[in-house]
């Protein structure tokens, strides 16, 4: 055969070969795949694709994750409203504003993350010592350099607020001039001008809070006064120093520009006015879907107030609009808001501070009166305490789960059908779909609400620190680790698992249940714009032109003529304007949703009619103060007003899901960082981790299947650093924390399934009687624990990852193993020889456990870890570690300090014993033992039973322990060991008798037993021989104690030889005979076992899917050779 010497001519040979098969077999599969398109149609091919599942039995334990998927989805609206002009509606300059204000929002969220992950740079600048103070002058030039890229961007921050303050005035004031193009700002302007306002007012919060961007900016301040005179022209850079010093020590100061912006020329106190009413309605109805955009309006409203009350009107009209009671109640409800993940804001707090900075406002004394989270008084603050934890709401919170899972699946499961049923009911289909559609919305509602509870209890745990705490104690410490009870833990955990189970049966779905959304939304629409709008024109709205003509506009540009199923196409075109009397119009299903223009523009078509675009008129948005609309016509309007609000969150389907299961949140302590002057918190410190500790340390074994739920807060945290907050280092730190938690998770685990399995083995084996007699035999029973899902996880999602948790499971329970078998031969090392049937009551209890173990996981062979322990994997070695241990223990201990007692066949140590030094018996936890502290005082209670004489039962234990191939090697050892001693004794006893006298007369018969003993004690005289003699008659002891000691071993293994023998005899076909003797069965040629394999193998044999028939025909002919031994040996 041809072997090519050298790289280069092995590459000449092998790439031709290769070059040649890959040829061929691309031919041949081209050919085949041609052969195979032939024989199957392509439709019925990709038909069939459906048919394969790729699920495996992994239970769903984690939260929602992202995959690509082929079928159709919900997908995100446009936002920039492109096909606003065509509707003619004179929206093109709102349109405008409405995308300027949402790019200014996205901008400021930017500078938001900016400013929240901004950390001190000064605490990293080296200190020169004083042998280098000529370079002085470069470490400054060095740190001016570091310092001036951070100021950039506070620079850039003070730029963009004062633009953005700028517009969002200008943007206000286009409402009170003349020649405006639209009455009032519609509901999609509305809502901007509060996104981009709340942009502001957190920017102005973070940058009061932040201590470290003043520190540094002294620092930059002072350096460039240091490198300033090398240059030439910096009074623009001082003044600009200035400006930047100024804005950073002001507190407010965002808010400050904005009032100066807004009342530079135009009053807004009408828009001001506009947007309060809006937002006290929105949270007076739940006009929020989502629980972000409730925020957005409690952390305006303050500031709103604020604005419109200093304005330099009678600040007396607002509460004709809004009474003050309503604001007052609302201020009081909220008495903290989250802003940030560990930060918060109050509304009182907010509105006592703001007073100092417009005099107008500190008049409202019933506003400033609220107290603020930590003024509250002890009651009030327990009413609140009742309102934000969560541990107050989990049993509500579990039933509107546990009811709403129940009727989600069968909503889906009626979809389901429904999809597979040809030519189903129009009405059936459409009440599945309405259903489907509803149960969507309502499962949206529950994550809003439940999610912002979790918001909600972490800004109340930041506002009321733990005062029990050490004063050594950080401050995250005291509002997060010392914060939480044991009890709270669990109901947190608790809820997160419903947030990112109910998100991730959502997020399943959502492939499943978009055409049925699109078309319930395409009918609602529909059915508005063409049936109640119809019936309005004909009667509430027929003499009124400028209505009527709104109306008409609002079916031009949302009517879905195309359809209409019961008009003809010239009626279609006649429908349209509202002058057909039929009766109601009924649609084809068609999953076509609205756009985002669409709805904004039926949105501000409404406002236009029941407002009339009067920003002065009284009352709410639908109030009916000076209304000339009928009330059921306004209810009407108003429904279908607040359904347009839920339909784009409900297109925009996989985002709203994400959104609201977010809770990343829960790791992120920027602020308390920077307050302790730490770098980083230990993990014990870590609200995820601290919720996985909870589960893996709690009774409560329900909580076991929730413990993978806390580490998709890590996952959260994780997108949001490299998503919003766009910074690398602190998806490091994420990673980081992550591998350390999880490896630590791992081995808590593995610990808590080792010592489940433990104590369900030792309760097993526990002595029926001993339970029957026992007062309190409960305590020894152990509770079921479902540990089976979690040892069937394959795929953990962690950080983009998948970890195989089964294989580390295994791998850590199969070193465990090792490790509980090394401790059991240690501790046996400790003791004596007595100490061996609490060593086999203890391996039993481990070989039960891993018996048990093995039926939920792949663990390697009990016997090859025992073997593996004891050093006894060579062929050829028979002298195992316990077998030696044994043989050592009864040379130091055993035979020089046991005597025998003949009565009840038992050793026991004499009181004269040789001091035997040994090691002290190692401890370790109670799962190394039989698991529970109970279970181990019962099992040691049955090995004191044993623990002081060596017996029969001690002998079983040997047998049983070493088996066939250490036992022979034990006794080889123990014969050995009495032939040395007769070779050793055998001198010493000739010497003995040289010290015997010669003859010792006839004894007296009269001096009676005593007499005579003392006589011959009198001729025995030993002189020095006496130790010698001790030493012969202690030899001779132990000569006879081995020899007993082998009349039990035989005892023993006669029994087991019979007990075993009794066990196999039916199956070689041997029974007991009349006369006692054994017989031979005569009903066949062969023994039971050999027909059983015989028959077995035939039977396989023939059958044409076995995959290895010769393995059972291997098998009967063994089965045969060993019956043939065992009559050979008979």
């Not at 969220?109 to 370079?135: F, G, I, N, W």
């Not at 305490?385 to 789960?401: C, K, M, V």
Request: proline share 4%; net charge negative; glycine share 4%.
């Amino acid at each position: 055969m041809y072997q090519p010497s050298s790289g280069g001519e092995r590459e000449r040979f092998i790439f031709p070969v290769f070059f040649f098969f890959y040829s061929w077999r691309s031919g041949f599969l081209q050919e085949l795949t041609q052969q195979l398109m032939m024989a199957v149609p392509v439709e019925e091919a990709i038909a069939a694709l459906s048919t394969f599942s790729l699920e495996d039995e992994q239970p769903e334990v984690q939260g929602p994750g992202v995959w690509v998927s082929t079928e159709r989805g919900a997908t995100e609206s446009p936002i920039e409203y492109s096909d606003v002009s065509a509707y003619r509606l004179s929206l093109s300059e709102d349109t405008k504003a409405l995308n300027q204000l949402s790019v200014l929002s996205q901008e400021g969220k930017e500078m938001t993350s900016v400013l929240y992950t901004y950390r001190s740079c000064v605490k990293a600048l080296p200190q020169l010592p004083d042998s280098m103070k000529q370079s002085q002058a470069d470490l400054y030039l060095e740190t001016y350099q570091v310092l001036d890229l951070e100021m950039s961007r506070l620079r850039e921050i003070q730029r963009w607020q004062a633009s953005a303050s700028s517009k969002l005035a200008a943007d206000m004031q286009r409402f009170s001039r003349p020649e405006r193009r639209i009455n009032g700002p519609t509901i999609s302007h509305l809502w901007s001008m509060l996104k981009l306002l709340d942009v502001l007012v957190q920017l102005d919060h973070l940058k009061n809070a932040k201590a470290s961007i003043p520190n540094d900016f002294s620092w930059y301040k002072r350096t460039f006064t240091q490198v300033s005179g090398q240059w030439q022209d910096t009074d623009s850079m001082r003044e600009e120093l200035d400006d930047l010093q100024i804005f950073l020590s002001t507190r407010w100061a965002i808010l400050l520009n904005l009032h100066v912006e807004m009342f530079r020329v135009n009053n807004v106190e009408d828009i001001l006015q506009v947007l309060i009413v809006f937002v006290v309605e929105s949270l007076e109805l739940d006009f929020a879907l989502l629980f972000p955009e409730r925020h957005i309006l409690l952390r305006v409203l303050p500031v709103l107030v604020v604005l419109v009350t200093s304005s330099e009107k009678d600040s007396e009209s607002l509460y004709k609009r809004v009474k003050i009671n309503r604001l007052m109640n609302i201020f009081k409800n909220e008495a903290v808001i989250p802003a940030f993940p560990d930060l918060h804001l109050s509304p009182a707090a907010i509105l006592k501070e703001l007073s100092t900075y417009f005099p107008k406002f500190s008049s409202q004394t019933r506003l400033l009166t609220l107290p603020a989270p930590h003024e509250l008084p002890p009651r009030e603050a327990q009413e609140y305490q009742r309102h934000y934890l969560i541990i107050n709401h989990i049993g509500a919170i579990r039933a509107e789960h546990d009811d709403f899972v129940i009727r989600f699946a069968s909503a889906m499961n009626q979809l389901l059908l429904l999809k597979s049923t040809d030519g189903s009911d129009v009405e059936w289909s459409k009440e599945v779909k309405g259903n489907m559609y509803d149960m969507i919305v309502e499962g949206f509602q529950l994550l809003s609400k439940w999610t912002a509870r979790i918001w909600e209890q972490c800004a109340w745990k930041f506002s009321r620190p733990c005062k029990d705490a050490s004063p050594s104690f950080s401050d995250y410490e005291k509002v997060v680790r010392y914060n939480y009870s044991a009890e709270e833990r669990k109901a947190l955990v608790e809820l997160v698992s419903y947030i990112k189970s109910v998100g991730s049966m959502m997020q399943r779905c959502d492939t499943v249940v978009a055409d049925a959304l699109w078309e319930t939304i395409h009918a609602e629409v529909q059915d508005f714009v063409q049936n109640t709008l119809a019936i309005m024109l004909r009667t509430t709205f027929r003499k009124k032109k400028d209505l009527s003509r709104i109306l008409s506009d609002m079916r031009t540009l949302s009517a879905d003529w195309m359809a209409n199923t019961n008009k003809s196409e010239s009626e279609l075109q006649s429908s349209q304007h509202g002058g057909e009397e039929s009766k109601a119009n009924i649609f084809y299903p068609r999953a076509v949703a609205p756009t985002t223009a669409q709805v904004h523009c039926l949105q501000f078509l409404i406002y236009e009619v029941v407002s009339g675009g009067n920003l002065r008129r009284p009352g709410g948005l639908f109030g009916n103060s000076g209304s000339e609309i009928p009330v059921n016509d306004l209810k009407q309007l108003e429904t279908f007003f607040y359904k347009l609000g839920f339909f784009l969150h409900i297109l925009d389907y996989s985002a709203t899901v994400a959104t609201l299961t977010d809770l990343g949140f829960l790791w992120f302590r920027e602020f308390y960082l920077e307050s302790s002057r730490v770098i980083q918190f230990p993990i014990e410190c870590s609200l995820p981790w601290m919720l996985v500790e909870c589960v893996l340390e709690s009774p409560n074994s329900g909580l076991l299947e929730s413990v993978l739920m806390p580490f998709d807060i890590y996952n959260d945290s994780a997108q949001q650093a490299l998503v919003l907050l766009k910074q690398r280092f602190l998806y490091d730190e994420i990673e980081a924390e992550v591998d350390h938690c999880f490896d630590i998770f791992v081995t808590k685990l593995c610990e808590t399934i080792f010592t489940y399995y433990k104590s369900w083995a030792a309760s097993e084996l526990l002595d029926p009687s001993f339970l029957f007699a026992s007062d309190n035999a409960e305590k020894y029973a152990v509770q079921p624990i479902r540990l089976n899902m979690l040892l069937k996880m394959t795929r953990v999602k962690l950080l983009g990852r998948m970890i195989n948790l089964r294989s580390l499971i295994t791998e850590r329970i199969n070193k465990v193993f090792r490790e509980n078998i090394e401790f059991l031969f240690d501790r046996f090392e400790c003791q004596d020889l007595c100490a061996i049937v609490e060593l086999e009551k203890l391996l039993e209890v481990l070989k039960h456990s891993h018996e048990l173990l093995s039926r939920d996981l792949s663990v390697d062979s009990f016997s090859l870890m025992l073997n593996e322990m004891q050093e006894n994997i060579s062929l050829v070695s028979f002298s195992s570690r316990l077998a030696s241990q044994i043989w050592s223990e009864m040379q130091s201990d055993f035979l020089p300090n046991f005597i025998l007692c003949n009565t009840t066949q038992r050793f026991i140590r004499s009181s004269r014993t040789v001091p035997v030094q040994k090691p002290s018996v190692p401890s370790a936890k109670p799962s190394f033992y039989c698991g529970t502290q109970d279970l181990n005082s019962a099992h040691q209670s049955f090995a004191r039973l044993h623990s002081g004489f060596f017996g029969i039962p001690h002998t079983f234990s040997i047998v049983r322990l070493l088996g066939s191939r250490s036992l022979p090697w034990l006794i080889r050892a123990l014969l050995d060991h009495i032939s040395n001693k007769i070779t050793l004794l055998e001198p010493m006893i000739t010497g003995l008798q040289e010290s015997l006298p010669k003859s010792i007369g006839l004894l007296p018969f009269d001096g009676g037993v005593t007499g005579c003993v003392r006589l011959v004690k009198e001729h025995l005289n030993w002189g020095t021989k006496s130790e010698l003699k001790a030493e012969v008659l202690h030899g001779i002891k132990e000569i006879g104690s081995v020899l007993y000691w082998m009349g039990l071993l035989d005892i023993v293994l006669r029994e087991k030889d019979s007990m075993d023998f009794m066990q196999t005899a039916p199956w070689l076909g041997l029974l007991p005979g009349g006369d006692g003797q054994i017989v031979t069965s005569q009903d066949g040629e062969h023994s039971p076992v050999v027909s059983l394999f015989k028959s077995t193998a035939a039977a396989m044999i023939s059958y044409p899917g076995c995959p290895s028939p010769t393995s059972f025909h291997i098998m009967s002919k063994q089965a045969e050779a060993a019956a043939c031994h065992v009559s050979l040996y008979k």
